[in-house]
């Protein structure tokens, strides 16, 4: 496949270019930019990028064009991550919404309810979280608790989901419930899309061990969804609920991007730090780690534009994204564990007393949730063994 990009595609980079110089919020690109995300102000600031990015049609260039989006072709896909992970540009704060739950409503979703949410997805008015998991049912999902009982056409919700991120941000939630009791336990659940604002819905904070807040508990007593907010069929959710897993897997794949620009980063750092007099960067192991590193990220990005290829042809994404996610995760989570032992006795201390305010040692704690948000490692791979290589399905399930 060719790789370089046509004049087209150059001015398709260049109008984005010209946007974000644009759009970006003053201070930004300097490192001025008055407000981090501790501030009360910083997710009225990312609801506000998202609009902007709305407005200026670069908030969900894969989507069509009837839904707000740009039918991104794969090499426009490719340049805009680039572009974006170049600026270090604001968080998306929908994007539970744009990655996942909008393709899945365009997939599945009925007239009145692409209706409903969609344009809200993607101009940030509305923002999303996933409830899938709960403290019994994460790689298992059938085993989930929480029930949905019919009164009328309300469906009354009971039950607790657990690592919801974005749940203190969100007004929606794509949540699985279980509706009735098979001999089969993945029959029986049902897809709901439910109001977080409402009284029958509590979010609990967890404070990860980087000290920040990224996910919840959320605690449903008696709260209220109505025929019209399930996707799919009553009791067939199973399907539905793949098919937002393999949107979230293919989006993941996109981090690989920003790992291309750390691994930059990270030759930077080897060049700044000094061994005996010496640059790490001329230590010949080193130079070894860092050709290892080099060479397993460009091949994951070139595995990923494949996939992306694939996706973009078919029109949904598939199991490849597994691989993507598998790869993207493991490597990130090996990158900057090295990151940090290469720094000696730097590498323990923590925000101003570390090098670059502890980015590193951040960026490595956080890694090890990549490794399991979105279905672990070993998730990963037992689907790559029974979807692309055709293996035995895994005993355990
Ligand atoms: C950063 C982050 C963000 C998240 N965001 C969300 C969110 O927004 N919404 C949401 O619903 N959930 C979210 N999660 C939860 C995540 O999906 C689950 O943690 C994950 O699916 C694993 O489930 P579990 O924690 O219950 O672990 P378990 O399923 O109990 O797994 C424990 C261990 O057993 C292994 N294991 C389990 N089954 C098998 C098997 N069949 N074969 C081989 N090994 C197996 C696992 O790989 C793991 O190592 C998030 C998690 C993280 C870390």
Redesign the pocket.
């Given at each position: 496949m060719d790789f370089s990009f046509s004049k087209r595609e150059e001015k398709f980079r260049a109008s984005l270019r010209a946007w974000l110089e644009e759009n970006l919020p003053d201070g930004w690109l300097d490192g001025t930019f008055p407000l981090s995300k501790h501030d009360p102000e910083y997710s009225a600031f990312l609801r506000n990028w998202q609009n902007k990015l709305y407005e200026g049609g670069w908030a969900a260039i894969a989507w069509p064009k009837e839904y707000g989006g740009r039918n991104a072709t794969l090499m426009e896909e490719i340049i805009y991550q680039q572009e974006m992970v170049r600026v270090k540009a604001p968080q998306l704060i929908n994007y539970?919404g744009i990655h996942m739950v909008g393709p899945t409503l365009i997939q599945l979703g009925t007239e009145e309810q692409k209706e409903r949410y969609i344009e809200k997805i993607v101009t940030g008015e509305e923002v999303w979280?996933?409830?899938?998991?709960e403290p019994?049912?994460?790689?298992?999902l059938s085993a989930l608790k929480t029930t949905a009982v019919k009164d009328g056409d309300r469906w009354i919700i009971n039950g607790q989901?657990?690592?919801?991120?974005?749940?203190h941000l969100a007004d929606k939630c794509f949540l699985l419930a279980r509706t009735s009791h098979h001999e089969k336990k993945q029959k029986g659940i049902t897809v709901f899309l439910v109001d977080m604002h409402q009284p029958g819905v509590e979010t609990r904070p967890i404070i990860q061990m980087d000290g920040e807040h990224?996910?919840n508990e959320v605690y449903l007593n008696d709260a209220i969804a109505y025929d019209a907010d399930i996707v799919g069929e009553v009791d067939e959710g199973w399907k539905v609920m793949i098919t937002l897993l393999m949107h979230e897997r293919t989006g993941i794949g996109g981090q690989l991007f920003t790992l291309e620009q750390q691994f930059a980063e990270l030759v930077n750092l080897t060049r700044e730090l000094e061994d005996n007099g010496r640059r790490l960067l001329e230590d010949p192991f080193i130079r070894q780690r860092m050709v290892d590193f080099y060479t397993r990220t460009r091949g994951s990005l070139l595995n990923y534009y494949r996939n992306l290829t694939t996706t973009l042809k078919r029109g949904y994404p598939g199991a490849e994204g597994s691989m993507d996610k598998l790869l993207v995760s493991e490597l990130t989570k090996e990158m900057f564990e090295y990151s940090v032992s290469i720094q000696g006795h730097q590498g323990v201390l923590w925000k101003e007393d570390a090098l670059a305010d502890s980015f590193w040692q951040e960026q490595y704690l956080y890694s090890?949730?990549?490794t399991?948000?979105?279905?672990?490692?070993?998730?990963q791979?037992?689907t790559i063994a029974e979807r692309m290589l055709g293996l035995p399905k895994?005993l355990?399930?």
């Open positions: 539970v979280c996933q409830g899938y998991s019994n049912a994460g790689s298992d989901k657990v690592w919801t991120s974005f749940g990224d996910f090890f949730g990549m399991i948000g979105g279905g672990t490692s070993e998730i791979k037992n895994d355990g399930r």
